[in-house]
């Protein structure tokens, strides 16, 4: 099941950092990638594309945490349909095509800039 994250503008652009961690434990991927869908139309908005996982310190000042950041685009959000709010699902998968790969989605909604008719 997905995760929810708040609802987002028409034409708005949107920042996800997700972290890898398996077991509680920060980990590398050999691999990440992204992708948005829109369930509303069971279409593909930005099909998968590679990102680059970086490495930081986290919270507690010394263990390695390892991120993707990704700057969805406003063209992402702009609505495909004549309804007032339309789903978006974004998904990141670590490891895509081995036998460790992993998929995470969050879901949110873009909301039209105003009423439809």
Partial sequence: ???????????NTRRMVVSFVN?????LPSTAHWRLTCPDEDSTVV?????TPTSGTGSDGYTTV???TVD?????????TDQVKEQRLFIVSADKGLSTEFNEEWS???VARQARS
């Fill in 1 to 11: 099941m997905a995760k929810t994250t708040s609802d987002i503008g028409e034409l």
């Fill in 23 to 27: 077991n509680g434990t920060p980990t």
């Fill in 47 to 51: 099909d998968w594309t590679a990102v």
């Fill in 66 to 68: 390892y991120t993707v």
């Fill in 72 to 80: 969805i685009p406003a063209t992402a959000h702009a609505m495909q």
């Fill in 108 to 110: 949110y909604y873009v």
